[in-house]
């Protein structure tokens, strides 16, 4: 069992926590979304503020960048602990964060009933960059900024996370490090 179960195992493994989303995930998901301090339209015809929030959004709503990272922060917290719930195998905290952005961007209904999450459950990890590539629709019509964003997620997933070395003195790191 690993040292810190909470960022190299699923909460399959152990619901007594919920995961978190590492710095990559949230920068893939903030370079994707975009910051919008005024509502605005998304291509699936949603109105959206600040990294992609849906809820509460009216005309004439205006966020800082404070606001939009806190609005951010909330819908994570809806995201993550969805995604703990369905994934039933271990997950390195790369490949957590890839399937938290894949999941603010389409929707937890959708990562629910998706081929991906069949795929994953079964154990085949290879089959999810594959997978994710497909989600690179809205309202039928291929959009760049979707593949793009979907391509961005299957690197995340393939990207092994760095060592993590908690309480290692210097000279012992630099040991196990040679």
Known sequence: MPNDIRTNWSGAADNLFVRRTNDAGIGLIKDYEGL???PYLCPARVWSIGYGHTRGVYTGMIVTPAEADALLQ???????????RLVRVPLNENQFAALVSFT?????ANLEQSTLLRLLNRGWYEQVPAQLM???RARGEVLGGLSRRRAAEARLWNVRPEKF???????QRQREEA
């Open 165 to 171: 070395l908690p309480d290692a003195p210097a000279n």
């Open 74 to 84: 909330q819908d994570l917290r809806l995201v993550e602990p969805a995604v703990q």
């Open 134 to 136: 497909r989600w690179n």
């Open 104 to 108: 603010f961007n389409v929707g937890i």
């Open 36 to 38: 919008h301090l005024k």
